[in-house]
C-alpha cells in the first residue's frame, strides 16, 4: 500500500460542501487571504471513529462523534473525500465519499451525520459570522439526527418548528441563559433534552440535534461560531502550518437551509 502523508495547513484544503450558492461578496481583504476559506468539521455519527482523507492524504485521525474542529483557513480548490471507520485500510472502500469544490472567501462547517433514515452522508452548512447586536444572541439549530421532524423550544416556547434532517433553523434571541429541548413536532414529546444554553450578549451559537433515535442515543451538541471579525478571512494570513489531524483534539463541540454566505462550497456527484 502506497504511504500517505499528512497534509500540512495553509497548504492544505478542503472538505466537503453541498450547494451553498454564492450570496454575499467577501469583504475587501488581500488577494491571498481572499483565496482561503474558513472550515470546521463536525463529527456526528454515534459509535464510529473515523478518518478522513482528501486526495489520498489523511486529514483526520481517529476522529470521535460529538466533537468539531477550530475554524482553519484553507486553500480553495476541488477535493475526494473519503471517510474511512478508524483504522481502517485507505485502500478499501470508504463508509462516505464525495469530491467537492470548496470555494474561496466561504465559512462553513461541514458535518458527518445520519441521515433521517440513518444512512451515513456529509452535509456543509454556512455559519453566519455577521456582527449580533449588544444585547442580543444569533442561535442556529440544526438537526442531523436519524429521527423525525422535530419542534425546537427554549424556555417551553416553540422557536423553530417542524425542523427536518438535514435543515437548520436561526433567530436572534435575547441574550442570557436558555433552558431548550427538543419535542416531535407538533407534540410536548420531549427528544431531547432540556439542556442550559449561555448565550452571550454578541455571540453565534450552533446546536446540533445528532444521533439516532431507533439506537436512543440522540444528543445534543453546541458549537460556538466567531461574530467578532469583520471579514472571515481577516486572520487567516497569521494561521499556523501543521496537519489536519491535529484538530480532532481541537476544541468540544460538539456536527442546510441557507443562509447568506460569503462565497459557497458545492458537490461534484
Not at 10 to 29: D, H, M, R
Not at 151 to 171: I, Q
Not at 230 to 258: C, H, I, R
Amino acid at each position: 500500500m502506497t504511504s500517505r502523508t499528512p497534509l500540512a495547513v495553509a497548504a492544505v484544503a478542503g472538505v466537503c460542501a453541498i450547494g451553498l450558492g454564492t450570496a454575499v461578496p467577501a469583504l475587501a481583504a488581500p488577494q491571498a487571504q481572499q483565496d482561503k476559506a474558513m472550515v470546521s468539521v463536525f463529527h456526528g455519527v454515534p459509535g464510529l471513529d473515523v478518518d478522513v482523507y482528501a486526495n489520498g492524504d489523511e486529514l483526520l485521525g481517529d476522529f470521535k462523534p460529538g466533537t468539531v474542529t477550530e475554524p482553519q483557513a484553507l486553500d480553495a480548490g476541488t477535493y475526494d473525500i473519503q471517510v474511512f471507520k478508524a483504522g481502517s485500510d485507505p485502500g478499501g472502500t470508504p463508509a462516505i465519499e464525495k469530491k467537492i469544490e470548496v470555494a474561496a472567501g466561504s465559512d462553513a462547517t461541514v458535518a458527518a451525520h445520519l441521515s433521517a433514515d440513518g444512512t451515513p452522508q456529509l452535509t456543509a452548512f454556512a455559519d453566519d459570522t455577521d456582527e449580533v447586536q449588544s444585547g442580543k444572541a444569533r442561535l442556529t439549530v440544526r438537526h442531523v439526527a436519524a429521527a423525525p421532524a422535530v419542534d425546537v423550544r427554549a424556555g417551553g416556547t416553540p422557536l423553530f418548528s417542524d425542523l427536518v434532517n438535514p435543515k437548520e433553523g436561526t433567530a436572534e434571541v435575547d441574550a442570557g441563559t436558555v433552558s431548550a429541548d427538543v419535542v416531535l413536532a407538533g407534540t410536548d414529546t420531549v427528544a431531547i433534552g432540556p439542556a442550559d444554553l449561555d448565550l452571550k450578549s454578541g455571540t453565534g451559537t450552533v446546536v446540533y440535534a445528532w444521533g439516532s433515535a431507533d439506537d436512543k442515543n440522540l444528543a445534543l451538541a453546541t458549537q460556538a461560531i466567531d461574530t467578532a471579525k469583520a471579514s472571515p478571512n481577516a486572520d487567516s494570513a497569521g494561521v499556523a502550518a501543521g496537519p489536519w489531524y491535529v484538530w480532532a483534539g481541537a476544541g468540544l463541540l460538539a456536527a442546510a437551509g441557507a443562509l447568506a454566505v460569503r462565497g459557497g462550497m458545492k458537490w461534484d456527484g
